[in-house]
């Protein structure tokens, strides 16, 4: 597996990963073309030095997994670096094959030599599979989220 940044003509396949699940197609638009707002957020994301949205590729050069992480500079924890990840996805038919463990680890690893202290990420309380795949590889339940929606 590869793992890259990715680049323009990656984001019909990524917003496709997105939309290709029980929340993302309720919440999504993937249409082709896409919204022009998708355009605009992934010009916006690798514009952001602090912002790394990676796709990971097959040995066939195929595009089987997406995720987004945010470094998050801060004042407390000494001035830490706080990484967040998000938008984890994996292709339908790539799925329970391990590909979540790797890009996790991958992740973990990206977020080291960026010298965050901490990775975190948010997922839906719905998603007791996810949660219990995200236990299993050492996160903890250790705050209470809470959104509010505009």
């Not at 896409?34 to 992934?42: N, S, W």
């Not at 965050?116 to 705050?143: M, N, P």
């Amino acid at each position: 597996m590869k793992f890259r940044k990715a680049i323009k003509s990656d984001l019909l396949k990524i917003v496709e990963m997105i939309a290709d699940d029980e929340l993302g197609k309720t919440r999504e638009n993937f249409q082709i073309p896409l919204p022009q707002d998708y355009v605009i957020a992934f010009d916006n994301i690798i514009s952001d030095k602090n912002q790394e949205l990676i796709v990971v590729e097959d040995d066939n050069l195929e595009i089987v997994g997406t995720l987004q992480l945010s470094f998050i500079q801060y004042l407390t924890y000494k001035g830490g670096i706080r990484a967040q990840i998000e938008a984890v996805r994996i292709r339908k038919d790539k799925r329970g094959i391990g590909l979540g463990k790797l890009m996790f680890e991958w992740a973990i690893e990206r977020a080291k030599e960026r010298k965050a202290h901490v990775l975190q990420l948010t997922t839906d309380k719905k998603r007791l599979v996810a949660i219990k795949f995200y236990e299993d590889l050492g996160f903890k339940s250790s705050h209470e989220g809470m959104k509010m929606h505009l």
